[in-house]
């Protein structure tokens, strides 16, 4: 379970830092999906940043499984918190499967003998994202929604239990992102614990359990989503009235 605690993380430094987020309490419970909200510049992604310890917070507190998350070795916390981000800044012409058995290194030393249960769990993963056949190609050759389900099948071939995905829908087409949801309700329901931050609030409100809504960095809507999806929260969020049953379905086809 990743927890935080009124949180605060600013950016910059010196007099030029700025508080971006502002007292956020969050609770990833196993067999969840969390879903973090909110407008362009709401501070989303630094929260999120934030829960993976990729960059430091400056008031309140987070813990993974109990444990404060700087007390975990880089290694232990990377087989323990799955973090896939909004873009990846990875540019090497590594193959997929080597990009996605990079993960593994949390689990054995760089020079240690490769094993079956690597093996499986990169296959598992490449398999569950439809990337196994991009597996022989180079990653800087596919496009973004391809590259975008390599990281996710990286995260999940870590065997970390807590997975952070920020915007992970982002240049999927309709069919790879209901995959993807198919993916992650499946997971949820083998106990894992994730928080997702989501643009599209019809694909929120399909995906997550629960939600946290942002405003300027600070909560403005935080529960079950049955109370978090409402005129006034939407309209404090995004600025725009809520519809309901305005916006198109999809079903993924099951093909022979």
């Known amino acids: 379970m990743l927890v935080a605690k009124q949180l605060d993380v600013r950016l910059g430094s010196g007099d030029e830092a700025r508080r971006v987020v502002h007292g956020v309490q969050l609770q990833v419970e196993r067999g969840s999906v969390v879903g973090i909200l909110g407008a362009n510049g709401a501070g989303k992604s630094t929260l999120l940043r934030a829960l993976a310890g990729l960059i430091p917070h400056h008031g309140g507190t987070i813990t993974l499984d109990g444990q404060r998350l700087d007390a975990w070795t880089d290694a232990e916390r990377s087989q323990r918190l799955g973090y896939v981000p909004q873009r990846s800044e990875l540019r090497s012409g590594l193959i997929v499967r080597r990009v996605v058995e990079l993960s593994r290194f949390a689990h054995r030393g760089p020079l240690a003998p490769w094993t079956p249960e690597d093996r499986d769990a990169v296959q598992a993963a490449l398999q569950k994202t439809d990337a196994l056949r991009l597996a022989d190609r180079p990653y800087t050759e596919l496009s973004e929604g391809e590259r975008r389900r390599v990281l996710i099948a990286r995260a ?101």
């Open 156 to 256: 999940l071939a870590s065997g970390a239990r807590c997975l952070l995905l920020d915007e992970p829908t982002a240049a999927l087409d309709i069919a790879h992102a209901l995959n993807l949801f198919e993916v992650l309700s499946r997971l949820r329901e083998q106990s894992y614990a994730i928080a997702v931050v989501l643009h599209d609030l019809n694909e929120a409100h399909e995906l997550v359990d629960r939600a946290v809504v942002l405003a300027a960095g600070r909560t403005i809507a935080s529960g079950p989503k049955e109370t978090v999806f409402t005129p006034d929260v939407v309209r404090a969020a995004f600025g725009v009235e809520l519809r309901e049953r305005s916006a198109f379905g999809y079903a993924r086809v099951e093909r022979p």
